[in-house]
């Protein structure tokens, strides 16, 4: 008996600790300040590391709003795929069939996911799809 209670009690505990993702929309889980650490894209055979700080975006969940710092001043790959220049741009998310992408300065930045303490950005696209990684 005491075997049992103690294991409907661990399953209780389990299944009440687990967030479902649903509970949380993107839009809340984007909110706040993000890191660029890398951007790859097999196809062009791009893969570039970036140190915390070089390029930062905070999201502002209640005004909209963009706010991107981007330290990187090179000529080269580096500053290609680095994103917008410094600056505030105001943002929207869309979703559809459960795939929400983020669309800023005029242009969409592609399908974007959340998973832990990663946001992953895919262009989607073969040709110039490179996938921007942040981190919180």
Do not use: H
């Amino acid at each position: 008996m005491k075997k049992s209670s103690l294991s409907a009690l661990f399953v209780l505990l389990v299944f009440s600790s687990c967030n479902s993702d649903d509970d949380v929309s993107a839009l809340n889980q984007i909110n706040g300040t993000w890191n660029l650490a890398r951007v790859t894209d097999g196809f062009a055979g791009v893969n570039i590391a970036y140190s915390r700080g070089d390029v930062v975006w905070i999201f502002n969940e209640a005004s909209k709003n963009l706010d991107v710092m981007n330290l990187i001043e090179n000529t080269g790959p580096e500053d290609i795929y680095s994103g917008p220049d410094t600056g505030s741009y105001t943002y929207e998310i869309t979703s559809e069939d459960e795939i929400e992408t983020l669309r800023f300065n005029n242009a969409d930045r592609g399908t974007f996911t959340i998973v832990n303490d990663s946001l992953i950005i895919n262009k989607g696209i073969v040709s110039e799809g490179a996938i921007t990684i942040f981190i919180r």
